[in-house]
């Protein structure tokens, strides 16, 4: 008899690329960590409504971001600012039906929210090359004169559509669908080659 309740193996985007390196550079210029099985929320809404607000941070205790381009995070929660009425939600854990029904129990009238956690993954960049491979992979302009801690964009990295942001310890987290999971690895493992390159999880 076949046991239905048994636990089924889950595999991330970048599952088989977890340990590769690329190089030959005595040091690692560039660490490549996915974060694994993470909650995606896509959240609409006004952000002019106060109600809206207020709700947003009282289910999920960050501040809603409303300047564009911006982020805001606390603890293992994130919001990202989209577009002018759609932000991104990220959490750590397989916890989307629970953030997902305190969006819906603290918000009323016109909003939305859509579990996408199984098409996208999160991978944070960082290193003394990662600066670099920015410039290789994208022709944004991510230097921290231009793209201070706290920022976000959606962009076209290495011709794949990505959301990247900088986060307060120089560090870059790069959000992209599930399907681009493959093209991109391959692409920071070979942009990263010449300062020495890793792929681990997190």
């Known amino acids: 008899m076949h046991d239905f309740h048994s636990e089924v193996p889950v ?17 690692t210029g560039l660490v490549i960590c996915e ?4 909650t995606h929320l896509v959240l609409r809404g006004d952000p002019g409504d106060p109600d809206f607000k207020q709700g947003v941070e009282s289910a999920l205790d960050v501040g809603l971001p409303v300047q564009a381009c911006s982020f805001e995070t606390r603890g293992e ?5 989209l577009g002018p009425d ?4 990220t959490s750590s854990g ?18 939305s929210v859509v ?22 992979s994208c022709a944004y302009d991510f230097s921290p ?5 706290g920022r976000c964009v959606q962009t076209t990295f290495a011709k794949a559509t990505a959301l990247v942001a900088r986060n307060a310890d120089g560090t870059f987290d790069l959000v992209f669908r599930r399907s681009f999971a493959d093209y991109l690895a391959e ?3 070979d942009a990263g080659a010449e300062y020495g390159c890793v792929i681990k999880s997190r």
Do not use: C
């Open 77 to 81: 929660t994130g919001i990202y600012w």
């Open 94 to 111: 397989n916890n989307a039906h629970g953030m997902e029904a305190e969006l819906r129990r603290h918000l009323s009238r016109h909003f």
């Open 115 to 136: 579990d996408v956690s199984g098409g996208q993954t999160i991978v944070n960049l960082s290193g003394s090359a990662v600066g670099y491979v920015l410039k290789k």
């Open 86 to 89: 759609e932000w991104l939600v």
């Open 11 to 27: 595999e991330t985007p970048l599952h088989y690329y977890l340990g590769r390196t690329s190089g030959e550079s005595a040091e």
């Open 35 to 38: 974060a694994v099985l993470k």
């Open 187 to 189: 692409w920071l493992l």
């Open 145 to 149: 004169r231009n793209f201070q801690a």
